[in-house]
């Protein structure tokens, strides 16, 4: 596509559900990311996926998050029995894989847990 | 420790003059990106300019020039001539071995105040 997109672009759950947010990166781009941006802070690094290697899932913050991409194209991320401390803005953003390329950002998915 | 550093919480600054956004960064990578992104009120992220550790000039694109001080750690993004829709959340990132598509570490940011 065009660009990144992101859905849904909002999600109210129940603390406890789990939630699945979705990310559809540029066609062509190799490397996929996961952001994740509490009110008026900076972004704070997730998961990154860059071809068929294994991913780099180094910045989840607890197991209850995980996420798949397949066909190295859309990827999803999971976050299981939700807090209300996950209430953020989930970014997605997709790369070339290039040397200096910089991201392409999605929109995100603001998740309200109440 | 903090790997990018912004010290300015929040800057204003009068439509047509320029402005200076400071960030600082700490690696021991010999090669590394650096990296600015605006984020206006809507939020999405928006790429703005990239500076190479090796480039020997300063990054410019368009009204957005980078002043890279290696021997300082510093990369202050320059906007000449500020225009009302340049408020907005600037953020300094830094991708380390940029031989690579590893991830990017963002500052904590700035928000950037144009006044008519």
């Known amino acids: 596509g065009a660009g990144v997109s992101q859905s849904p672009s909002n999600k109210v759950t129940e603390k406890g559900k789990d939630v699945e947010l979705r990310c559809d990166p540029i066609?062509?781009?190799?490397?996929l990311y996961w952001y994740r941006q509490s009110l008026g802070q900076g972004l704070e690094f997730l998961i990154y996926?860059?071809?068929?290697?294994?991913?780099?899932k180094s910045g989840l913050p607890s197991d209850r998050f995980s996420a798949e991409r397949t066909g190295g194209s859309v990827s999803t991320l999971t976050i299981q029995r939700t807090q209300q401390e996950d209430s953020a803005v989930y970014l997605c953003?997709?790369?070339?894989?290039?040397?200096?390329?910089?991201?392409?950002f999605g929109s995100g998915t603001r998740l309200t847990v109440v | 420790a903090q790997k990018i550093t912004q010290t300015q919480p929040g800057m204003f600054v009068q439509e047509k003059e320029a402005v200076t956004l400071d960030c600082t960064y700490d690696?021991?990578?010999?090669?590394?990106?650096l990296f600015w992104y605006k984020q206006p009120s809507s939020g999405e992220m928006i790429f703005l300019i990239y500076?190479?550790?090796?480039?020997?000039q300063n990054a410019t694109e368009g009204r957005y020039s980078l002043n890279f001080q290696k021997a300082r750690k510093s990369a202050n993004l320059v906007i000449s001539a500020s225009q009302l829709g340049d408020s907005a959340m600037y953020f300094c990132?830094?991708?380390?071995?940029?031989?690579?598509?590893?991830?990017?570490?963002f500052g904590s940011g700035t928000q950037l105040t144009v006044l008519p």
């Open positions: 990132a830094m991708r380390e071995n940029p031989g690579s598509a590893r991830q990017l570490t």
């Open positions: 996926f860059q071809g068929n290697s294994a991913p780099d």
């Open positions: 690696t021991s990578d010999q090669s590394y990106g």
């Open positions: 066609s062509g781009h190799t490397a």
């Open positions: 953003a997709s790369s070339p894989g290039t040397v200096n390329y910089g991201y392409t």
């Open positions: 500076q190479g550790s090796y480039d020997e």
